[in-house]
Nanobody
Framework: QVQLVEFGGGSVQPGGSLRLSCVAS????????MKWYRQAPGKERELVAG????????DSADSAKGRFTISRDNAKNTVHLQMNNLKPEDTALYYC?????????WGQGTQVTVSS
């Protein structure tokens, strides 16, 4: 079955960096685009960044542009989100996502807290 396991979250001060990772299993990872979403308390889940199956194209939300970078390693079935210059408004639970045949799969999320 499809499994997505995120890790790498934590607590950092404003301006700090974190690198999130998501290890995938149960499907042919190299065939699918991958995305990172986040959900802050009391807010809807929002798309942060996405990457095509071969890693050739990426896109990110305006709030992430210039600070966050999504990448993937198809040999290791892993997608990363490098987050720099973190701000308090980046505080959220971050989820890895894949859509297979119209169905969305999610990991359990990894918490990112940015606070001084």
């Amino acid at each position: 079955q499809v499994q997505l396991v995120e890790f790498g979250g934590g607590s950092v001060q404003p301006g700090g960096s974190l690198r999130l990772s998501c290890v995938a299993s149960g499907f042919t990872f190299s065939r699918y685009s991958m995305k990172w979403y986040r959900q802050a308390p009391g807010k809807e889940r929002e798309l942060v960044a996405g990457i095509t199956s071969d890693g050739g194209r990426t896109d990110s939300a305006d709030s992430a542009k210039g600070r966050f970078t999504i990448s993937r390693d198809n040999a290791k079935n892993t997608v990363h989100l490098q987050m720099n210059n973190l701000k308090p408004e980046d505080t959220a639970l971050y989820y890895c996502n894949v859509r297979i045949w119209g169905k969305d799969y999610w990991g359990q999320g990894t918490q990112v807290t940015v606070s001084s």
